[in-house]
């Protein structure tokens, strides 16, 4: 059955659109098709609960014979629609049996019912476009993905963090409906860490001329002389034509504000029939405007392939002009200046989002991350998704890009070339690294010649940035460690960093993970009973780990050291060390799950910021503790600190380099004051005071202003605050939210990580099939309607059961058709049984009681209720013979598998989150419309709080 498709439509007039004469200088077309896709869970291993996926005769035998929703004619429309990026496992329950080091979300293989996903979209695509190159470009899906367009299989992608594209020319109805499903498996996890499920980053559709530019297939490099850069670019010519073509290449160089300031035309070239050739050319660009922390400064390549005078693809590569070099006793330089890296460790993954991070939240986080003094980020332990990479392009922040799994076998090598020639341009990458603590051969000879060879892949590609690995352990003779270029460390506990520099005196040194420390946010006393653990700055792991202070005083005092970079930025879901359940994320972080700082972050931003500022930690809510000593610390950048309890003072004390200051003080309510002095001048200060108990919710957002693009996120801070307006510590009401206007709620957390509340409310559908279809053919409507005297399911039986069409008689005027359906579990929540549009005039009866259902999606929807339903109901559907004749129709309805869906929903709870000691975060996303969105926040005993956000 054929259906007109809103989105696809759409998606063709652009296509026409940029396709016609007016873009005769644009013919390359790459249109994100994030919207308008459908979704179900699937099952990992049972094809009847798959939707018979895997089943049909031939499936994999001959071409376009997926089946189940792999099938053009699929009837998905009783499934969720939704939009991506998306990730199905943070929407799911925390569960006891789930994976720890996932986050206990109830996935994996205790879960197959909620570990395989389902996505469909169709397409419609100009006949126009017949004779273009038509691609598909995913930048990540988690995990094993298949993907299928019009019922034919195309592609597997085993890994969940590769970027990968399909050619779909070939594959396509020009002028027609397509279908395209993708069949992801999260069964099986790739890390330790939360990695969610689904298609969580962009996928995008790509139109070319048989004669282009290369998927990824520009690399742009400069080397800067004095007052003057050169600028390399080297370019892959692909030709999907059917004959050999000459061309010409031109390249134009714009630089930040968007002026020209270099050209160069390559002289004709020929390239050969499914075959690609490699053009290079050199442009001067006079006084560059550098790639810095402070500038980063991007300039955009445009590169034209030319046959005779006709512009037949047009390619555009930012990039930025700097130079970098890793010294092997005076550490990192960029353009000539040394930088001390600042770096940390993230995985992608934040509060309520899970890993489907909108590109807007990318840059929100970073943001976050610098407001602590971070100029570097690690993208562990897998490529990062490319829109972190442009917001660290923009921001002007660091990057160690680092590949999935050592090793030279074909998946690997290709996993990883993929990773360097998409990344490649992007200025702020500064370091490649190849692997991650591979235990088995760190200390062996094959771990020196894999590190080695993969070493010398990644310089065919990129011979201008060096490359690293994270070893956990370099004690040996051979190793990963002896085969980097960089040495990278794992926490300097486990290794002779000292030894190693003298023994490779040319090698420059960085440390790739250090901390390791436990803290929850907010909490100044263990209590394993909530899995929370005391903030102060310690050694968590014994001797193989340093606390915060420790290790980067270590990295401070070798200038040798490039920088180091603490696990980990962010907190997150999995690898709960040291709880298993009940908790549910990890506590390493020098921020917690929703970005809100933790007391090491503060001794970082002292170290790593120069803006005067003062931290003193505890909080000062201590009841029933009167007179008994608190440890309180202060952490500042000052040369010194007094501190004060209740306007008396404690002492004033010269602050140590990279240390902290200490007082035991009697617990008294009050305040507690801290002052920082340098030069005797006082230049900050700040107090912690006893609350009062809260009266009221406040609401704070980093930007009050989004784009209206449907994107766009704002990021909520809600806190409970006393009489005074100062948020209250302890505090830990439940907060019930409500949004109108044009924008949406899309995560919440609160940082807790013993919260079992949900962290993104989402329904869950699930779908069965009408059964034990029969069928009577009758002359007249009055025939047909007696036989709805018989409601039972046992009694109807005359004359037919369903058979093929060709058994079927051929003079009935009108049919009937009947099904059996079971009783929905009353605790599903909603149940509806809904009916394909095959026929005009349809009358449909339950249980032989008529009924008209409504409308939905061009489908008939009768709402049930299962109190009211017996074990085994009927649903019988009467219509007229249709001209088209009885075989038609039911071949066209697949033995009744698109008639009849019975559709359970287990729907959404409220939005609605606890603070944790103060403090939560709610995520708004902007709706696509301009106008003003209002967050009301309500929670009981509080008054209530109202936030207005305008999209633009």
């Known amino acids: 059955m054929t259906r007109p498709s809103f989105f696809g439509l759409i998606l063709a007039l652009v296509l026409a659109m940029v396709a016609g004469p007016a873009a005769a200088d644009g013919p390359r077309q790459r249109v994100r098709i994030d919207d308008g896709w459908r979704f179900a869970l699937g099952h990992a291993h049972d094809p009847a609960q798959d939707y018979g996926h895997s089943t049909r005769a031939f499936f994999f035998a001959k071409a376009g014979f997926g089946d189940g929703p792999a099938a053009a004619d699929f009837e998905d429309r009783t499934w969720r629609r939704l939009d991506l990026p998306h990730d199905w496992a943070v929407e799911l329950p925390f569960d006891a049996r789930g994976s720890s080091t996932h986050g206990s979300k109830a996935i994996g293989r205790a879960f197959p019912e909620n570990s395989v996903g389902w996505y469909r979209r169709e397409l419609a695509i100009p006949a126009s476009a017949q004779g273009k190159r038509i691609a598909l470009e995913f930048d990540g899906v988690f995990r094993d993905s298949v993907v299928w367009v019009n019922g034919h299989y195309l592609n597997r992608e085993a890994s969940g963090y590769s970027s990968f594209r399909v050619d779909i020319s070939d594959y396509l109805n020009y002028g027609g409906r397509n279908v395209v499903a993708v069949r992801v498996d999260a069964t099986t996890q790739e890390g330790w860490w939360y990695e969610g499920a689904g298609i969580y980053r962009h996928v995008w559709l790509t139109q070319a001329e048989p004669l282009h530019v290369d998927h990824w297939g520009t690399f742009v490099r400069a080397t800067v002389n004095g007052n003057r850069a050169e600028v390399a670019v080297d370019t892959t010519v692909r030709n999907d034509g059917k004959a050999g073509e000459s061309f010409t290449l031109e390249h134009e160089l714009r630089d930040p504000a968007g002026r020209v300031v270099a050209r160069a035309t390559v002289p004709a070239r020929r390239v050969g029939v499914d075959a690609s050739t490699d053009v290079a050319a050199t442009l001067r660009v006079p006084a560059p405007q550098l790639w810095s922390l402070e500038t980063p400064q991007l300039y955009k390549l445009t590169t034209r392939v030319k046959q005779g005078d006709r512009v037949v693809d047009s390619h555009d590569t930012p990039f930025g002009i700097r130079t970098l070099r890793f010294d092997p006793d005076k550490g990192f330089f960029l ?55 442009d917001a660290c392009d923009r921001l002007g922040i660091l990057v160690i890009d680092e590949h999935r799994m050592m090793g030279t076998a074909p998946q690997l090598r290709y996993e990883m070339a993929r990773m360097v020639r998409r990344d490649r341009n992007h200025p702020s990458i500064v370091l490649w690294s190849v692997g991650n603590e591979e235990w088995a051969i760190e200390n062996t000879e094959i771990g020196t010649r894999l590190a080695r060879e993969m070493q010398a892949i990644v310089k065919r590609m990129d011979p201008t940035r060096p490359v690293t690995l994270a070893a956990s352990s370099s004690g040996g003779p051979e190793g990963t460690a002896v085969g980097s270029d960089v040495l990278g460390f794992n926490y300097k506990a486990q290794h002779d960093i000292d030894a190693m520099h003298k023994r490779f005196p040319e090698r420059g040194i960085v440390v790739t993970e250090e901390g390791l420390t436990y803290a929850t946010r907010g909490i100044y006393a263990d209590d394993p009973s909530r899995v929370h653990i005391a903030a102060y700055d310690k050694r968590s792991g014994g001797a193989s780990t340093a606390s915060i202070e420790e290790a980067w005083r270590y990295n401070a005092e070798r200038p040798f050291i490039a920088g180091v970079f603490f696990w980990t930025g962010f907190d997150y879901r999995g690898e709960t060390t040291p709880f298993g359940w009940p908790a549910v994320s990890s506590q390493f972080g020098m921020m917690d799950t929703t970005g809100a700082m933790k007391d090491s972050g503060y001794y970082l931003k002292a170290a790593w910021t120069a803006e005067p500022m003062v931290h003193v930690l505890p909080h000062w809510n201590w009841p029933g503790r009167e007179g008994q000593p608190i440890d309180v610390r202060v952490y500042a950048n000052t040369d ?28 008294a309510p009050g305040s507690l004051v801290a002052r920082g002095y340098k030069a005797g001048q006082l230049v900050a200060s700040e107090t912690v005071a006893t609350t009062g108990d809260g009266s009221a919710v406040r609401l704070t957002v980093d930007r009050a202003r989004v784009r209206a693009d449907g994107g766009d996120v704002a990021v909520v801070r809600v806190s409970v605050v006393d009489r005074e307006g100062r948020v209250v510590p302890t505090a830990s009401q439940r907060i019930r939210f409500e949004v109108s206007g044009p924008a949406r709620l899309i995560g919440m957390g609160n940082g807790d990580p013993g919260s079992h509340e949900a962290d993104k409310p989402a329904e869950f559908h699930r779908y069965a099939a009408a059964g034990d279809w029969r069928h009577k053919a009758v002359a007249r409507q009055e025939d047909a309607a007696a036989l709805m005297a018989d409601a039972g399911t046992t009694g109807w039986r005359d004359p037919f059961a369903w058979l093929p069409p060709e058994k079927q008689p051929a003079d009935g005027a009108w049919n009937v058709v009947r099904a059996t359906f079971a009783r929905p579990a009353a605790t599903v929540g909603r149940a509806a049984l809904f009916v394909g549009d095959f026929a005009p005039g349809l009358q449909v009866y339950v249980n032989g009681k008529a009924v008209t259902p409504r409308s939905e999606d061009g489908m008939g929807v009768i709402d049930l209720d299962p109190a009211q339903l017996k074990d085994t109901n009927t649903l019988t559907l009467v219509f007229a013979t249709p001209a088209e004749g009885t075989r038609k129709l039911f071949d066209d309805a697949q033995g009744g598998r698109r008639w009849v869906t019975l559709r359970t929903t287990q729907p959404a709870v409220p939005w609605q989150r606890s603070v944790f000691n103060g403090q939560a975060q709610v995520i708004l996303q902007s709706t696509g419309s301009a106008g003003k969105a209002t967050l009301r926040a309500t929670g009981d005993g509080l008054q209530a709080a109202t936030l207005t956000v305008d999209t633009f």
């Open 335 to 389: 353009n000539g200046r040394h930088v001390k890296l600042h770096g940390v460790n993230n995985h992608q993954d934040h509060a309520g989002i899970g890993v489907a991070l909108p590109d807007a939240m990318h840059e929100a986080r970073l943001k976050m991350l610098k407001g602590m003094g971070v100029n570097a980020i690690r993208s562990a332990h897998h490529p990062a998704t490319p829109e972190l990479l």
């Open 640 to 667: 010194e600190v007094e501190l004060l309890l209740n306007g008396n003072s404690l002492g004033r004390k010269a602050l140590t380099r990279y240390g902290h200051l200490q007082w035991s003080v009697p617990y």
